[in-house]
């Protein structure tokens, strides 16, 4: 009887089966911490998609990658906002074991361009070949199987957070190799002249653009909320599926804060 292996299959991406299933995705944040165990119980818990965030994060490669497994391991899936430092930052981040990327501040079609060549493979653009590492299953699969499979069961989104984004919209929204929108709102506003005013008229127009384009060229959006019933709301309302919500510092915070205030109250 031979020895049991496990399967070297490329399998299917939970959130962009979720997407194409007219379903929400719920993506949630380990920051600022790099252990492997907080992901593991995340995808035990039932989220789809963590959000590793290497562009205010000084994640290095190996931890990008243990996070990733644990992700895998319980069934969800990894996602890295990456640091524009080169023509390999995204391919890097792929090889990482990255499902998807999450490219911040993209504000040019140039820039645009750019990102699409690094992140996708021959047709579409001329992201760097190596077939040996885990996410190719270390040669276990061909090699254009594993190109066929990351054209179809990744995903590149691009950040939606200064003005000149608004301005090219139009224009990334009709890219090959694309496949949504994430809205940030904090910077938008920073960049719109209405630093924090999340309500500003201009803020909700700019989302409101977002939404209606990425519905009008078949793309997927979301953007960061503060709990199910502003995500609902959004979704029914203005079409958005990907939402992130809450981060582990956060959570520490606001446990530690609930702790502080109830002794404070009882002995005080």
């Not at 080169?86 to 993209?106: I, K, N, Q």
């Amino acid at each position: 009887m031979g020895v049991q292996r496990p399967s070297a299959t490329l399998q299917p991406n939970r959130v962009l089966e979720r997407i194409r299933q007219g379903k929400y995705v719920l993506c949630s944040s380990a920051t600022p911490y790099p252990s492997p165990k907080i992901p593991e119980m995340m995808g035990m818990i039932g989220f789809d998609c963590l959000w590793i965030d290497e562009e205010h994060q000084d994640y290095d490669y190996d931890q990008m990658f243990n996070m990733g497994l644990a992700c895998r391991a319980s069934g969800m899936e990894p996602m890295i906002r990456v640091r524009k430092e080169g023509d390999h930052s995204f391919y890097r981040a792929f090889e990482a074991g990255a499902s998807g990327l999450m490219v911040p501040h993209v504000r040019t079609i140039e820039e645009a361009e750019w990102v699409i060549k690094y992140s996708r493979f021959a047709p579409v653009g001329l992201r760097g070949m190596d077939g040996v590492e885990a996410a190719a299953k270390y040669s276990l699969v061909p090699m254009q199987e594993y190109m066929d499979w990351t054209q179809k069961e990744t995903f590149v989104l691009f950040q939606v957070e200064d003005k000149e984004s608004l301005d090219i919209l139009e224009e990334t929204s009709q890219m090959e190799g694309l496949d949504g929108f994430f809205f940030g709102p904090a910077d938008m506003t920073q960049s719109l002249g209405v630093p924090c005013q999340f309500d500003h008229p201009q803020m909700v127009e700019a989302r409101k653009l977002v939404g209606a384009t990425a519905k009008k060229y078949g793309k997927f959006w979301g953007m960061p909320v503060g709990g199910a019933e502003q995500a609902a709301k959004l979704n029914e309302e203005e079409g958005a599926q990907f939402f992130a919500c809450g981060a582990a510092i956060i959570m520490l915070k606001e446990g530690y804060q609930a702790i502080r205030d109830a002794f404070d109250k009882v002995f005080d």
